[in-house]
């Protein structure tokens, strides 16, 4: 028996392969699908089903491509609807993989649909869950996006307590938990940097586990402090529920080399964004005027999918030399298919072409520091709430990244922002966004946060009421 957590760090998000005697079940897997296919023929074996643990919010599932590929059956839980073949399992049936049975375990909740695999190894022993966006490592999945009419958040979330309680905490201990997402993932909010955990250990630090809590403590904690999900969330869910455009297809029509002169047709008669994934830095030295930043050197597909309302957007790309198929294949995963091509020799052909740049103002924290001492600067915190509630600079107006397309008439045209994040990925990419809707006195604070933390200039902290 072989099992591997594939994780992908820029989503938080862990597939599963398992192979048992030369036949191989891959769970939750990714957009893009050779990768599987390629380790079930290093193995002398076949893919025979692809498990779904839910309908994902967060990034398109490769399970139709896959089944198209390879004949797998594709499996969700009960009650699963799809525009596509799928077997719909019954709560605790068995499926047989080589000389290992897979269960499936029904754990409404986070999804109505949403359901834990249980792997029983050869010897008839429980080893092992794979347990979607049900149970993470320190946390649980939000029950707030599966919501029809005739539910509300808090029934989902109480749904969720009775699966963890009946279907989950009744496992050994030394069951393996295998979850969806680590830290970083939008689909919890006190997710675990550790991608693999057991049962056990969950029981003592999870606060979800409790044994002495309460169903209706259970709804009050997992609902607390839950932000807004972000925009793409429910798009990518339908795309998951009736399909999509091939991969291979949007690869090929996405990963094509343009020239300047096609590259500025495209962007003015396609109406297409034109997206820069290069690092910051480069950006800052010279971007094409207009163009969003979004590097891939950072949390890129869940910053476009949060930050690109429309899914459907024709994107033009600027990217590092030999990214271009990374970029198409990152920009797949969260949906974003619609990618005409990249520019053929950057910025430099741009520019050698006679065309304009344009660059962003950028500053040490040491320099902010002094002008911040020496004049009333209007400061611009893009950080999340919560790190802008645990300390901030006296003076900062906050909005989060997340928000700024809602928060436009929060700033002034007229006004000079001096924009600081956490370390400077993000307040360029807010600086973009303002730039390209007509904001240009805008100056980036290199470092974010952290770097003016090391200064003199007074901040506000959050202290905690019980050490008062």
Not at 9 to 18: F, T, V
Not at 177 to 192: D, E, F, R, T
């Amino acid at each position: 028996m072989k099992i591997e957590q594939l994780y992908t760090s820029c989503l938080a998000q862990g597939a599963y392969y398992i192979e048992s005697n030369g036949e191989v079940a891959i769970i939750d897997p990714l957009r893009e699908t050779q990768s599987y296919i390629d380790k079930a023929n290093s193995d002398n074996a076949k893919i025979k089903y692809i498990f779904e643990t839910h309908f994902h919010a967060d990034f398109v599932s490769g399970h139709v491509d896959l089944a198209k590929k390879t004949g797998a059956t594709i499996i969700y839980g009960p009650g699963a609807e799809t525009s596509y073949d799928i077997y719909s399992a019954k709560d605790n049936e068995e499926f047989k993989l080589g000389n290992i049975t897979i269960k499936a375990l029904h754990t409404p909740g986070h999804t109505l649909e949403s359901t834990t695999y249980l792997l029983i190894d050869d010897k008839g022993k429980d080893h092992a869950i794979f347990s979607g966006d049900t149970l993470f490592l320190g946390d649980v999945g939000r029950p707030d996006l599966a919501i029809k009419s005739d539910l509300t958040k808090e029934d989902l979330a109480a749904m969720l307590y009775d699966s963890l309680r009946d279907k989950i905490m009744t496992l050994a201990d030394d069951v393996i938990v295998y979850p969806a997402h680590g830290a970083g993932s939008a689909c919890g909010k006190n997710l675990s940097k550790e991608t693999i955990g057991t049962i056990g250990d969950q029981k003592k630090t999870n606060y979800a586990l409790r044994e002495d809590m309460t169903k209706d403590e259970f709804v009050k904690e997992v609902l607390e402090g839950i932000a807004p999900p972000p925009q793409y969330f429910a798009k990518n869910a339908m795309m998951n529920k009736t399909g999509y455009t091939t991969f291979d297809t949007v690869l090929k029509t996405g990963n094509i080399a343009l020239s300047p002169e096609d590259f500025e047709a495209m962007a003015n008669h396609e109406e297409a964004m034109v997206l820069d994934v290069r690092p910051q830095s480069d950006y800052i030295k010279g971007h094409i005027p207009n163009s969003i930043f979004i590097g891939l050197n950072g949390g890129f597909a869940p910053w476009v999918g949060a930050l690109i309302s429309d899914i459907k957007q024709p994107i033009l790309l600027v990217v590092p030399e030999g990214k271009s198929k990374e970029a198409v294949t990152r920009l797949s995963r969260v949906g974003y298919d619609n990618t005409l091509g990249y520019l053929a020799g950057g910025i430099e052909a741009w520019t050698a072409s006679g065309r304009e740049i344009d660059t962003l103002e950028s500053i040490s924290a040491e320099e902010f520091a002094k002008r911040a001492q020496k004049d009333e600067l209007n400061i611009l915190d893009v950080r999340k709430d919560g790190e802008f509630a645990s300390s901030h600079l006296e003076d900062a107006q906050h909005f989060a990244l997340d928000y700024i397309n809602d928060n436009m008439n929060q700033v002034s045209k007229d006004k000079t922002y001096h924009i600081h994040c956490a370390g400077g990925y993000r307040s360029v990419i807010a600086a973009s966004i303002l730039k390209a809707r007509g904001f240009h006195n805008l100056v980036d604070i290199a470092g974010g946060f952290g770097a003016i933390k090391k200064t003199d200039l007074k901040t506000t902290d959050f202290v905690c009421p019980s050490t008062l």
